[in-house]
């Protein structure tokens, strides 16, 4: 064990600190009832949380490739079930993002969610707890633990503070996901049979047979590509985050759709390499198919909720397009995109919550020609529509580039499938934005962005921007961990 | 010598300065317009500041973030750079008086959106200039794209928004469809989108694949489609739709040169002479230009709406400037370069002087204009002499730039880019003559009088005027150009 994981340096085990401190908040609330209380209680638990995952970046160390501030202790000996925890450099940033983006999904339903605010907080705070816990997770029935638990709360959020058709996309979201997760209890299972033991890292350095290899990896990939989701899987997504409400859609967009992509990387890579690398092939269809198909969807949406959606899907794809062509610069790529897309989408859904807040529309014709009226609204929107395609100068453009460097690299007929992608991407962002903007001439009164909503807007878009202009320092946290896992899986290659 | 030096970020971060503060002084339209004058002078003068090195024949070069290995956000500053960032710094002072009297003569809507993105368009035609590889360049070129799309739908009519559409149709496409992976494409092949050294040798590696190459050549291209080669020209003329001073600045100079600048760019800093020249990419982008100079020129002659004329004659002028280059010889190349500044100084000339005719007589059509000579004689004037340095008359300075093309034509001793260059002159003539003869020769003095039409504000013809003398001064005195250009030989 002590191979792959670094004890936690810190004289307090700060993994465990940032995973529960949620639930401490959690445990206040329930004590109290008035409602500006629970708010700022979830307020402070969340920010809380976010203080301490920035403490956890400082104290990272970017040069091992090893699982860091490891915590471990023993939990249901008879089937060697253990507490562990650590992080290397796949997870850290998306503590940082998860942690980011709760704050942010607080802050949205500050005047938003009228009725039982205190199971809503609740929810959110639970939901943070138990992404991080995926994120952190070394013992597969730990992870799996976190993994079911975040679906309970989703589900909640989305079929009490849902729109109208919110009880078809609440139970259509559960029964998929729980059919996936199902598949992943049977690969964990297969591989304790094999391993005798739960613990990820143990798991992740041996070699299997490439029939065992197959079917995990499948087993996996069903599990991973419905989280992501991956065509043809993804038609829960669009029906979940329409009618989520804003809290809700974002944690899906930001962190829920990275578990998938996060898996894949985590799991199916180190453990089956072999398979990963004869299914490949296959992954990468899937992946241009999602990019062009998504684009071409989000063409002809009148829903702005729904076009941020179905563009996911195309995010999405370039995430595993990068995942799958294996290459440093690849892999790279994808994990920036999953930390750009989390901030992009997330703030998107934000922006459409802002604007459904006073309209009580999600219509993108009832919602045009805010230019004059919101001007400050439509900057922000502006910013986060063009990093959504991909524009120079913002985190989503880094991001392709790295992927599309590998989808290049790869087979240059793929490459070009997926740039079609990224022009389609630019029309139907750009139409949407240019509606936004200049879609109406009628004079209507629409209050502007208050500070509440710039204070929750605001460092969503420096993300954007420093990711775009410096992204160096966000690579070399994951720099030594990619460059590792590829260099295990090049032993595999051939 | 390569000098490490912050000095190109200086122009680019003043103009970011000044777009804020004139959206800051929105309410305060006397303030705000201080601001783009001021702004102007000053990027202009950091322009200048940076002559000296560069005439010396030292490269002033930054990095400000690495973005992957071989790639980054870096500057450079060499003469091709410099040539760039003086016409489109210089110019934007004369666009910025010139634009208070249009703008409020005609009472125009969104003024501060208005400045400020023309502000950023320019951010974005500096930054093109000093760009030290395709990543920088890249960025700023969309720069250019997504901030000059307010200033074409201006109207917010459906003439303004069919126009826009069009316009980021065109060059958004273009841009993501081609550009993108023919960047990604040479990255792919060579590990670096930087720019070589030296404009001979390129990046390209000796062993590359060659068909992958030419795949890559054709895609920049094509991609850069602000150089409005044809068939990728359609959006200039639909970009007229703007108000004539965003036509006269933005659609004769910063956005179309940033086009001919960034396929100069790469054809010399990432292909290289001899790789052009070795895989005879470089003839044949020769004779496939040639194309769009004669097909432009015989369109023009076809239209009456004088701005639509002048957008053709561009079209058909911006293929000189990758004519030259293409010829790869000294002063083909020389002449090429140096065309992106008499052609800039003309062009501006001719749509300022479109836009005061606009303003004092509302008149859009060249058939109206019999006569108006007597009514705007400085502006017509003004027309006369820069339609002269589009034929190429001496001492006008579109002499120097035939002269030089010519001379190139001759020393590689083509015969049929020395015929196209012929031709596309007689057909300037026939497009550019009339309209001054028009405007002199015929017509009553009498009924312009009655009309009360005379000359537009002085903040107009004043700009026209002093540009149109700069475009003589360049024709009578272009040692000072071709002496800097050289320094990239």
């Given at each position: 064990m002590e191979k792959y994981l670094i004890m936690?340096?810190?004289?307090?085990?700060i993994l465990s600190t940032i995973i529960f401190l949620p639930l401490v908040g959690v445990a206040l609330i329930l004590l109290m009832r008035k409602e500006l209380a629970i708010k700022v209680t979830a307020l402070i638990a969340s920010i809380a949380t976010l203080v301490l995952s920035v403490v956890l970046c400082a104290y990272f160390?970017?040069?091992?490739p090893r699982f860091q501030f490891g915590e471990s202790l023993s939990w249901i000996q008879m089937y060697n079930i253990n507490y562990t925890l650590g992080v290397d450099g796949i997870t850290i940033l998306l503590i940082v993002l998860t942690a980011l983006v709760t704050p942010a999904c607080v802050l949205c339903s500050w005047?938003?969610?009228?009725?039982?605010i205190k199971e809503f907080m609740i929810c959110i705070l639970l939901m943070e707890t138990s992404m991080i816990g995926v994120f952190c997770s070394l013992d597969f029935i730990l992870f799996y633990v976190f993994w079911e638990a975040m679906l309970i709360p989703m589900y909640l959020l989305i079929a009490v503070?849902?729109?109208?058709?919110r009880d078809y996309a609440s139970i259509k979201f559960f029964i998929y996901t729980l059919f996936g997760s199902v598949f992943l209890l049977v690969a964990i299972i297969a591989l304790y049979l094999v391993n005798?033991?739960?613990s990820i890292p143990e798991a992740m350095y041996k070699n299997y047979p490439f029939q065992f290899q197959a079917w995990v990896f499948l087993a996996f990939a069903i599990a991973f590509a419905i989280k992501v989701p991956m065509f043809p899987f993804h038609t829960w997504l669009p029906a979940a985050h329409t009618e989520a409400p804003t809290a809700g859609s974002v944690l899906l967009a930001s962190i829920l759709l990275k578990m998938g992509t996060y898996g894949f990387m985590r799991f199916c890579l180190p453990i089956t390499p072999v398979a990963s690398f004869a299914f490949a092939p296959y992954i990468v269809a899937l992946s241009v198919i999602a990019i062009i198909y998504g684009g071409f969807v989000c063409l002809s949406q009148t829903d702005m909720k729904k076009l941020i959606a179905y563009s996911s899907v195309a995010h999405m794809g370039f995430v595993t397009l990068g995942i799958f062509t294996f290459t440093k610069i690849g892999f790279e790529g994808a994990m920036l995109q999953m930390i750009n897309h989390g901030i992009t989408t997330g703030a998107l859904f934000l922006s459409v919550g802002i604007v459904y807040e006073r309209t009580?529309?999600?219509?993108i014709y009832d919602n045009a020609g805010l230019g004059k009226i919101t001007p400050v609204y439509v900057g922000f929107f502006g910013l986060f529509a063009i990093s959504s395609f991909g524009f120079?100068?913002?985190?989503n453009f880094v991001g392709e580039l790295y992927v599309l460097v590998s989808a290049f690299a790869w087979s240059k007929a793929v490459g070009f499938l997926a740039v079609v992608g990224a022009v389609l991407a630019a029309a139907y962002m750009l139409r949407l934005l240019k509606l936004i903007v200049w879609g109406r001439e009628d004079k209507r009164t629409i209050r502007d962005m208050n500070l509440r909503e710039v204070i929750y807007l605001l460092p969503l878009g420096v993300f954007v921007i420093w990711i775009g202009l410096f992204p160096r320092p966000f690579v070399r946290m994951m720099e030594m961990t990619l460059s590792h896992l590829l260099w295990r899986l090049q032993g595999f290659s051939h | 010598m390569v000098i490490e030096s912050a000095q190109p970020l200086l122009p680019i971060a003043i103009v970011l300065c000044v777009s804020v503060l004139i959206l800051l002084s929105r309410k305060k339209p006397n303030v705000r317009e201080f601001w783009s004058i001021a702004g102007a002078v000053l990027t202009f003068a950091a322009v200048v500041m940076m002559v000296p090195p560069v005439w010396r024949g030292d490269r002033l070069v930054y990095t400000?973030?690495?973005?992957a290995p071989g790639i980054s956000l870096n500057f450079r500053v060499d003469a091709l750079s410099l040539v760039f960032g003086i016409v489109s710094s210089f110019l934007w002072i004369f666009a910025s008086v010139y634009n208070i009297g249009y703008m409020r003569t005609l009472k125009e809507h969104a003024q501060t959106r208005y400045y400020v993105c023309f502000a950023v368009s320019i951010l974005g035609a500096q930054g093109v200039s000093y760009s030290g590889g395709l990543f920088s360049l890249y960025l700023f070129y969309e720069i250019i794209t997504l901030f000059t799309y307010p200033l074409v739908a201006h109207h917010q009519d459906e003439e303004g928004y069919a126009g826009g559409k069009k316009y980021l149709v065109y060059l958004m496409g273009t841009s993501k469809g081609l550009l993108l992976p023919a960047v990604i494409l040479t990255y792919v092949m060579t590990g670096t989108l930087d720019f070589s050294?030296?404009?001979?040798?390129?990046?390209?590696?000796?062993?590359?694949?060659n068909v992958w190459i030419t795949v890559t050549y054709v895609l920049f291209i094509f991609g850069f489609a602000k150089a409005a080669i044809m068939p990728f020209h359609n959006w200039l003329p639909s970009a007229m739709v703007a108000p004539t001073p965003v036509s006269a600045?933005?659609?004769?100079?910063a956005v179309v040169k940033a086009g001919v600048f960034c396929i100069a760019r790469v054809m010399l800093s990432t292909f290289g002479t001899a790789l052009l020249q070795d895989s005879g990419l470089g003839l044949l982008t020769a004779y496939f230009v040639s194309f769009t100079i004669l097909a432009a020129s015989i369109i023009a002659l076809t239209k009456d709406d004088l701005k639509a004329r002048l957008a053709y004659s561009t079209v058909s002028q911006l293929s000189y400037v990758i004519l030259g280059v293409a010829l790869l010889d000294k002063s083909g190349v020389l002449g090429g370069i140096i065309h992106i500044l008499n052609h800039g100084f003309s062009k501006i000339t001719l749509f300022f002087c479109a836009g005061a005719i606009f303003v004092a007589s509302r008149r859009k059509k060249i058939s109206d204009m019999a006569g108006i000579g007597y009514a705007m004689p400085f502006t017509m004037g003004a027309f006369a002499i820069a339609s002269l340095s589009m034929i190429g008359v001496?001492?006008?300075?579109g002499f120097v730039t035939k002269w030089y093309l010519l001379n190139g034509a001759l020393e590689i001793g083509n015969l049929p880019i020395m015929i196209i260059l012929m031709a596309s002159t007689i057909l300037n003539a026939g497009y550019f003559v009339p309209i001054t003869f028009r405007a002199f020769f015929?017509?009553?003095k009498k009924t312009w009088k009655q009309e009360g039409i005379?000359?537009?504000p002085l903040t107009m013809v004043i700009p026209l005027v002093i540009a149109a003398l700069i475009s003589v001064g360049l024709g009578l005195y272009p040692n000072a150009f071709s002496y800097l250009i050289g320094r990239l030989f």
């Open positions: 936690n340096p810190l004289d307090f085990p160390d970017p040069r091992t005047t938003s969610i009228s009725q039982r503070w849902g729109g109208p058709q005798g033991t739960f009580h529309s999600r219509d120079p100068g913002t985190n | 400000l973030s690495t973005i050294d030296t404009i001979t040798s390129g990046v390209f590696p000796g062993g590359a694949d600045l933005l659609h004769a100079v001496p001492p006008v300075a015929t017509g009553d005379g000359e537009a």
